[in-house]
């Protein structure tokens, strides 16, 4: 592995030594070892803030619980399902993703317009944030640790056909790679193509092939197994 | 500003890491920062460029360290002190007196800027459709980026500064100017562009063929293409 990144997450940030504040560094101030320095100083201000009313820590469960159990990948599966099988709200879609999401009872915080990127035969789209990690939330949930990654926001903009064969992910010469760096407040969700052998699917089992990548367009949507 | 959180084209960072199975947080301090965070969203404390620059503002080395909740942590800490919200030492005092299982914890001050008053509060949201604006640039016209390199907090990512596109798609909606909200300056509403780059014109001859970089940008980052 040529991972040199440490944007995923937290098991190096266990010692007192990491820290960034000195003024927490003095004696006494030693955590139990295998708790990280952040969960201890996260839970204080956490304390603090609901102490002083500016908080409701109930309020702070419900948040959590939404983004690890009510949305998620499974949400844009079923605006892509619908968009594959209703051509007439699939055009809505791509005139106004949010208007159109909203018809299925989508919708949250941090996104204000929707512009969501259709492939095609000859034509790849693919969604990065190069300055921060900027994602449709209410449409994908929140995003994975290798988009919020360093090589993903440096590489991607500069060599996306490599990155992309790197994920695994070939694309013909011929297929023209669109990369989407949305750094505004506008958010991108890609339409990926619908996979043949899929042609007497319903909407239901045509939303369960869709996974996450495709709708960030780092992969294609698989055809389903053929029994055999 | 022009910080490491300006990724775009660097190199060295190695492949993507990709984890198989991954969690919605890593640990459960991760999701209760996201979702303190969002909480304070709409409290009126700060706006949403506000909290960006603040991260960008963190050292280069904790930037990479710290991972993405790390930052939100810093960030949020920096705001509420910085506001006198809550300060910086109240949070250290509180962690000294539970490592030295002090029974009580000491009483906070009340001097302290909460709750807000109406006035006080900074208005949320990235829209302004009060302020009806009018788009200088059209679909089709060829603009150059700006080559701005100002210290403070910017959307205008530094590889297509001093390039040139094509506009794609005009925005037309009152989108609040980022670089001015960042430090309440004023909302400046303006269009957003969404401008199409041939990778040549970015990265010369290291483009890859066949491929295009689509940026959304405000009006004040672009001027009419004079070449």
Same mark, same amino acid.
């Given at each position: 592995m040529t991972n040199h990144d440490t944007d995923n997450h937290d098991h190096d940030h266990d010692h007192a030594h990491h820290h960034r504040h000195a003024d927490s560094e003095r004696p006494g101030h030693s955590h139990a070892p295998t708790k990280p320095w952040q969960a201890t100083r996260a839970e204080a201000v956490e304390a603090l803030l609901h102490e002083l009313g500016v908080i409701d820590s109930a309020r702070v469960d419900e948040i959590v619980q939404h983004y690890e159990?009510? $949305?998620?990948?499974k949400t844009g599966a079923r605006v892509v399902a619908r968009a594959w099988t209703d051509p007439a709200f699939k055009q809505r879609l791509l005139a106004d993703g949010l208007a159109a999401c909203a018809e299925l009872g989508i919708g949250g915080p941090e996104t204000e317009l929707l512009h969501v990127v259709e492939n095609t035969d000859n034509v790849h789209n693919v969604i990065v944030c190069t300055l921060c990690s900027c994602y449709p939330w209410p449409v994908l949930g929140l995003p994975p640790a290798w988009y919020k990654s360093s090589a993903y926001r440096s590489r991607l903009v500069r060599e996306p056909r490599t990155v992309l064969a790197e994920m695994g992910l070939s694309l013909a010469p011929q297929v023209e790679i669109r990369v989407w760096d949305? $750094?505004?407040e506008i958010r991108y969700l890609v339409l990926p193509q619908r996979p043949a052998?899929?042609?007497?699917?319903?909407e239901d089992e045509l939303a369960a092939l869709v996974r996450r990548n495709a709708m960030i367009g780092v992969a294609k949507v698989a055809a389903p197994e053929v029994p055999s | 500003m022009n910080g490491i959180h300006d990724m775009g084209g660097l190199h060295g960072f190695g492949e993507v890491p990709v984890e198989t199975d991954e969690p919605v947080f890593h640990a459960r301090w991760e999701g209760r920062i996201f979702a303190m965070t969002q909480v304070l969203d709409t409290?009126?404390?700060?706006n949403l460029d506000e909290h960006r620059h603040e991260i960008e503002l963190m050292h280069p080395a904790d930037y990479l360290r710290d991972g993405y909740y790390g930052r939100w942590l810093f960030a949020m800490e920096r705001i509420l002190d910085r506001k006198l919200i809550l300060r910086r030492t109240e949070v250290d005092r509180r962690l000294d007196e539970q490592a030295a299982n002090i029974p009580k914890f000491s009483t906070l001050t009340p001097q302290r800027q909460w709750p807000l008053t109406a006035q006080q509060k900074i208005r949320w949201g990235a829209?302004?459709?009060?302020e009806p604006i009018t788009p200088s640039f059209a679909v089709g016209d060829r603009v150059r980026v700006r080559n701005l390199h100002h210290s403070g907090h910017t959307r205008?990512?530094?590889?297509?500064?001093g390039r040139a596109g094509v506009v794609s798609k005009v925005n037309a909606e009152s989108w609040i100017y980022p670089d001015t909200r960042a430090h309440n300056v004023g909302d400046n509403p303006q269009a957003v562009y969404n401008v199409t780059f041939d990778a040549q014109e970015l990265w010369g001859d290291a483009a890859e063929p066949g491929t295009k970089i689509n940026v959304d940008l405000s009006e004040a980052y672009l001027e009419h293409d004079e070449t």
């Open positions: 159990e009510k $949305v998620g990948p949305s $750094v505004s052998g899929t042609e007497n699917m319903s | 409290t009126g404390i700060y829209q302004r459709p009060e205008l990512t530094a590889y297509v500064r």
